[in-house]
Structure formats: C-alpha cells, structure tokens
C-alpha cells in the first residue's frame, strides 16, 4: 500500500540553528513529493514539491528539500529557522497523474527562542 | 489568486442532526477534496471529486456523503452526526498529480 511516514511528531530546534525534518515514502514508481505547512489554526500551504529533475528542490522562506529514490526519502531543510518557522509540516506524495495524494502524520516544529 | 473558502467556519451540531459543509474554489479545478484532522492521525480523506457531478470514497467515508453539484461547489454532508466526527474538516482542490489548496478549516463538535 501507498504511504508516506515522518517518524518524528515533535521536533524543537533553537533560533538560528539548521533544520532537518524527515519524510519517507512507499509507494511504486516514483510519485510526486510535496511538503505543506500548517500555521495555527490555519489550512496547509504548499512549501515546495517534486516532479523529477534536479532531487534537491527550492521552496518559499529559505526551505528545500532532497529526493533520494535509494532511500525513498525526501526530507525537508533549513539552514536557519525563525521563531515564525514553528507550525505542523506534512509531507505527502501521489502517484502520476492520480488523484489521491497520500499525507504523513505530520511533525510539529517548535523554535525556542 | 487561487482561492478555497468553507463555511461555516465553526459549527455546533447536535448528536442525531443534519450538517452540511461546503466548500468553494475559484481555481477552476476538477478535483476537490473533504478531509478530516485529528490529532495522532494527520489528515485523512473522507470523499473526493475529479469534476461536477462526481464524488468518489476516499478512505473513512462511512457516515459522510458528499455533493458536487458544480465545478466551484463541493459539499460534505452528515446526516446524522454523532460525537465521533467531531474534528478539523479541511476542503482542497487541485488537479490530477499537482499540489493541492486547502481552505481554511471548518471546527465541528457534535454534542
């Protein structure tokens, strides 16, 4: 079956330091890769997706992200957050051209000043 | 800008009663999405859509239907609610394989 898992729920970095969330998927054939953000009581924004190409790929507000179909990751990164980083991150992924797109639990980010 | 608005954005129901929720998209999308959020589980997709008059299960359908009376318009619908589908409700749209638009939630407690 199709799925996509962050193994952390809760990740606190300090303000300024670098940033290293996790996302593995499952899934046949490479699928598209994306990573949301969900601010307080918010709905989830894009930060950044996957199609193919180039397997490290740029998003909003200094965030990327690395494909790695050897170790079916796509883990996302910061070189340093901002107290205003701290909110829910998914990572997701469907299949070409499907409609469905598979989320992860989610890991809450929170930066300490 | 591409836009998904939901209303209501809170809502109070009574165990037994009727709910709808709805959802609308400027984006001009063929597909749109109900998911549910709950702490531990994420998001998880209730019913979907690929164009009007279309609605598909995703995977906890089960006390929920949906209406896609149009391309802006996706409706969830509970027509007897009870204390469990007490949740986050988030509509999306998009098209086949692209990023999705979430709306802003809607906040449901079935009492």
């Known amino acids: 079956a199709q799925s996509v898992t962050q193994p952390d729920a809760r990740v606190t970095v300090s303000e300024g330091a670098s940033l290293q969330l996790r996302c593995k998927y499952s899934?046949?054939?490479?699928?598209?890769l994306f990573w949301y953000v969900q601010y307080q009581r918010q709905g989830l924004q894009l930060l950044l997706k996957?199609?193919?190409?180039?397997?490290v790929v740029q998003g909003v507000n200094g965030f990327e992200a690395e494909f790695s179909k050897s170790d079916s990751s796509f883990h996302l990164r910061k070189a340093s957050v901002h107290w205003s980083d701290s909110a829910v991150y998914f990572c997701?992924?469907?299949?070409?051209?499907?409609?469905?797109?598979?989320f992860g639990s989610g890991t809450r980010l929170l930066v300490s000043p | 800008e591409a836009a998904v608005t939901q209303s209501p954005r809170n809502k109070v129901a009574v165990t037994g009663g009727k709910v709808t929720l709805s959802c609308n998209q400027t984006?001009?999308?063929?597909?749109m999405y109900w998911y549910r959020q709950d702490t531990g589980h994420g998001l998880r997709l209730i019913h979907y859509?690929?164009?009007?008059?279309?609605?598909e299960k995703g995977d906890i359908p089960d006390g929920y239907k949906a209406s896609r009376p149009s391309q802006e318009n996706f409706s969830l619908i509970l027509e007897l609610a009870t204390p469990s589908q007490t949740s986050v409700y988030f509509c999306?749209?998009?098209?086949?394989?692209?990023?999705?638009?979430f709306g802003p939630g809607t906040r449901l407690t079935v009492l």
């Open positions: 999306a749209s998009g098209d086949a394989g692209n990023e999705q638009y």
């Open positions: 984006n001009n999308h063929n597909n």
């Open positions: 997701a992924a469907s299949s070409t051209g499907g409609y469905k797109v598979v």
């Open positions: 899934y046949s054939g490479t699928p598209y």
């Open positions: 996957y199609y193919s190409g180039d397997p």
């Open positions: 859509s690929y164009g009007a008059g279309s609605t």
